[in-house]
């Protein structure tokens, strides 16, 4: 039978029968396997350690070789740890059970090394092996559980906080919204607005059909709109009666919107019948409306100082902001390329001319995107004060790749008159210069045959002007792997 102990060690039954062949180097070798670190201490003499063995590289580097050897254990931990090494001393000496201990070795970094120690007695002169294993695998894990609970605590306070102004603005709304279940049509949420305003059938509304809340003659239309709105996502503006007995008139319009795998409808509640005078007119530039704010395109209206009227979605892509709100009110300026040069030239002709197409220019993000566009613009009286439209079309994709994917310098007048209105002239100047000098450059050295001698005799530089010069402009490698000037093209083979 295996013999079981005190501490819950369960040994060989019959370990002479098995063990007694076991050598001094096999014994070694299974301590070393069994183990990250294992120490041979003289439990009689202040725990020196003897001798040591690790059981990977990976471990001696966490010691990153500290000199443990001829040192008191109990000297090798932190100050916590101290009694714990001494009451695996103690157990070893007495030859009590082994245990498991957890001690902490400091390190040159400053970051305690995690390890558990038994120590075991071994032989007649008060030898003891301590064997241990490392817990840094076992504390870094505990580390990234902490650190993922704590993510998890902090996204569900904000998910909490959100429900709650989801929950007050929607109470506090003043327009009449009902929330309504995609499937089954019946009423989920309704804010006071809306009970308020469908009187008796209003108040007990929720968990009821969305029919139930108007008048018979009324619900096919309802049926109509809802029907419209899970086939397109939107639907006009509906004039329906209610179910009270006092028969009150609404504009009725609904949405859909998708919460996990369900869908829903939001109803808008407006009272007062429908317009039918400017109906047609107003349907058509609702649809105008819808058109820009969904276009791929930006879309800006502002007034001739350049301030903002109205935004569409793509402009406010390209400014990365959220809502037309941040925007309105804010000068176009702000995010184009030069602020301060480039509406000023748009706003100059648009006096002069009304129309503007393909103007150049880059527009910035706030968080630092830069997107090289096309303004289309038009200015458009209303009484005396004019308004502009820009249309504004992101061209990146057009740019030549060499200009898209690399940061070289223009190398053709083509690529160098394209900068215009995107770099300053200045700069401009700069690189014009560049490019004519490495044309000349490039224009002797194919008439010299590629000697590079006779090149800047003709170009009227020195020869170690003309080095530096190819060099700046990378035309050819002269320089040996050393960095010496390589001499065989001087020579003109």
């Known amino acids: 039978m295996q013999r079981m102990t005190g501490s819950g060690v369960k040994r060989f039954s019959v370990a002479r029968k098995w063990l007694t062949d076991i050598d001094t180097e096999t014994a070694s070798t299974l301590i070393t396997v069994a183990s990250d670190i294992a120490l041979v201490v003289n439990a009689g003499d202040h725990g020196l350690i003897s001798?040591?063995?690790?059981?990977?590289d990976e471990m001696e580097r966490e010691f990153n070789g500290q000199a443990?050897?001829?040192?008191?254990?109990?000297?090798?931990?932190?100050?916590?740890?101290?009694?714990?090494?001494?009451?695996?001393?103690?157990?070893?000496?007495?030859?009590?059970?082994p245990r498991w201990r957890h001690v902490n070795h400091p390190m040159p970094d400053g970051e305690d090394l995690p390890v558990m120690y038994s120590a075991v007695p071994v032989g007649a002169?008060?030898?003891?092996?301590?064997?241990?294993?490392?817990?840094?695998?076992?504390a870094?894990?505990?580390?990234?559980?902490?650190?993922a609970q704590r993510s998890m605590e902090r996204e569900y306070s904000r998910l909490r906080q959100a429900e709650t102004r989801h929950r007050l603005l929607f109470q506090v709304a003043a327009e009449a919204i009902i929330v309504v279940d995609?499937?089954?049509?019946?009423?989920?949420?309704?804010?006071?607005?809306?009970?308020?305003?469908?009187?008796?059938?209003?108040?007990?509304?929720?968990?009821r059909a969305l029919t139930e809340a108007f008048a018979p003659a009324s619900r096919r239309a309802l049926d109509a709109l809802l029907a419209k709105v899970s086939a397109t996502g939107h639907g006009e503006e509906y004039p329906l009666l209610s179910a009270a007995e006092s028969v009150s008139a609404f504009r009725v319009s609904a949405s859909l919107f998708r919460e996990g795998r369900s869908d829903f409808y939001l109803v808008r509640l407006l009272a007062g019948p429908l317009d039918t005078d400017g109906a047609a007119q107003q349907k058509r530039k609702s649809r105008v409306f819808e058109l820009v704010e969904v276009s791929p395109d930006g879309f800006v209206v502002t007034d001739m100082k350049g301030q903002i009227q109205f935004a569409n979605r793509a402009f406010l892509d390209f400014v990365q902001l959220g809502t037309e709100e941040q925007v309105r009110g804010e000068p176009l300026d702000r995010w184009l390329g030069r602020p301060g040069l480039d509406f000023a030239?748009?706003?100059?002709?648009?006096?002069?001319?009304?129309?503007?197409?393909?103007?150049?220019?880059?527009?910035?993000?706030?968080?630092?995107s830069a997107t090289e566009v096309e303004i289309c613009a038009v200015a458009v009286p209303e009484g005396g004060e004019p308004y502009c439209g820009f249309s504004i079309r992101?061209?990146?994709?057009?740019?030549?790749?060499?200009?898209?994917?690399?940061?070289?310098?223009?190398?053709?007048?083509?690529?160098?008159?394209?900068?215009?209105?995107?770099?300053?002239?200045?700069?401009?100047?700069?690189?014009?210069?560049?490019?004519?000098?490495?044309?000349?450059?490039?224009?002797?050295?194919?008439?010299?045959?590629?000697?590079?001698?006779?090149?800047?005799e003709i170009l009227g530089l020195s020869r170690q002007g003309l080095y530096a010069k190819l060099h700046r402009h990378g035309i050819a490698d002269i320089g040996g792997p050393g960095g010496a000037v390589v001499g065989g093209s001087d020579d003109g083979d």
Request: proline share 4%; glycine share 8%; with cysteine.
């Open 394 to 456: 992101d061209v990146s994709n057009r740019l030549p790749v060499e200009r898209r994917n690399t940061g070289e310098r223009p190398r053709s007048v083509e690529q160098l008159t394209g900068l215009v209105g995107r770099v300053p002239l200045k700069d401009l100047v700069r690189e014009s210069t560049d490019m004519i000098e490495r044309l000349c450059i490039e224009a002797a050295l194919e008439l010299t045959g590629d000697n590079r001698a006779s090149a800047a």
């Open 345 to 368: 030239l748009l706003a100059g002709q648009l006096r002069e001319h009304q129309t503007l197409k393909q103007f150049s220019t880059m527009l910035r993000g706030e968080y630092g």
């Open 51 to 56: 001798d040591i063995s690790f059981g990977s």
């Open 125 to 138: 002169r008060g030898r003891v092996i301590a064997i241990g294993r490392s817990m840094r695998p076992m």
């Open 182 to 207: 995609g499937s089954s049509r019946k009423v989920v949420e309704a804010n006071p607005a809306a009970m308020q305003m469908l009187g008796d059938a209003g108040r007990r509304l929720v968990g």
């Open 68 to 97: 443990l050897l001829g040192k008191p254990w109990v000297d090798t931990v932190t100050l916590e740890s101290r009694p714990k090494i001494e009451a695996l001393l103690h157990d070893a000496r007495s030859k009590a059970d």
């Open 140 to 147: 870094s894990m505990q580390q990234r559980l902490l650190e």
